[in-house]
Nanobody, 124 residues
Framework: QVQLVESGGGLVQAGGSLRLSCAAS????????MGWFRQAPGKEREFVAF????????YYADSVKGRFILSRDNAKNTVYLQMNSLKPEDTAVYYC?????????????????WGQGTQVTVSS
């Protein structure tokens, strides 16, 4: 079992920054691909970014590339999403997810553990 707890969401003005954290319990963290997804009201869940098990590779959705930075600290069982130059269209609930099989994937269907989500609201 893996439990994921997100934190760091909030209200920010356009152009501002937030850093989301996702703390994981369980011994499988270092063997898991970690991803972030988001869901705005009335929209499908959308891929944001993922990071491979060692942290050596990251992959971003085009909509956030160059603005968001994903990193992980396997010693702390934590993954971080630094979000810069935020836009109103980034407003959503952000979910941390773990793929304990360690695949490199942007498909939400392949992530088998999810956090409860944290709200990010960007005002214009």
């Amino acid at each position: 079992q893996v439990q994921l707890v997100e934190s760091g969401g909030g209200l920010v003005q356009a152009g501002g920054s937030l850093r989301l954290s996702c703390a994981a319990s369980g011994r499988t963290f270092s063997g898991s691909t970690m991803g972030w997804f988001r869901q705005a009201p009335g929209k499908e869940r959308e891929f944001v970014a993922f990071i491979t098990r060692s942290g050596s590779n990251t992959y971003y959705a085009d909509s956030v590339k160059g603005r968001f930075i994903l990193s992980r600290d396997n010693a702390k069982n934590t993954v971080y999403l630094q979000m810069n130059s935020l836009k109103p269209e980034d407003t959503a609930v952000y979910y941390c997810a773990a793929d304990t099989y360690g695949r490199s994937t942007s498909s939400h269907r392949l992530y088998n553990y999810w956090g409860q989500g944290t709200q990010v609201t960007v005002s214009s």
